[in-house]
């Protein structure tokens, strides 16, 4: 069974940053990642994902050249590095694991993802 916990999430202030980490439990560098989140009140949404080598990344138009993600292999470990964050980022941030290679056109399919976390809050307030 895969084990994902994320953290680093927080309250900040608009036009601050924070970086979210996704720890995976295991040997997981065969896997990909997404992060999602869900503000109070609407659907979750995709925000990011990234290959299993990393070498291909994909970002919802909301965040993207704000967001970077990123992965260490060796750490078991996807970051998410969120910049310029505004009000609207505001959600429980959910990262999640899959088998199959994502695509641009599927990366945000949340019922290709075979394993979710908890969750993490991110709070952008001033």
């Known amino acids: 069974q895969v084990q994902l916990v994320e953290s680093g999430g927080g309250l900040v202030q608009p036009g601050g940053s924070l970086r979210l980490s996704c720890a995976t439990s295991?040997?997981?560098?065969?896997?990909?990642i997404g992060w999602f989140r869900q503000a109070p009140g609407k659907e979750r949404e995709g925000v990011s994902c990234?290959?299993?080598?990393?070498?291909?990344?994909y970002y919802g138009d909301s965040v993207k050249g704000r967001f970077t993600i990123s992965r260490d292999n060796a750490k078991n470990t996807v970051y998410l590095q969120m910049n310029s964050l505004k009000p609207e980022d505001t959600a429980v941030y959910y990262c999640?694991?899959?088998?199959?290679?994502?695509?641009?056109?599927?990366?945000?399919?949340?019922?290709?993802?075979?394993?979710w976390g908890q969750g993490t809050q991110v709070t952008v307030s001033s």
């Open positions: 999640a694991g899959r088998f199959g290679a994502p695509t641009r056109r599927n990366w945000s399919s949340q019922g290709d993802y075979d394993y």
């Open positions: 295991g040997s997981t560098y065969y896997y990909n």
């Open positions: 990234i290959s299993s080598t990393g070498g291909n990344t």
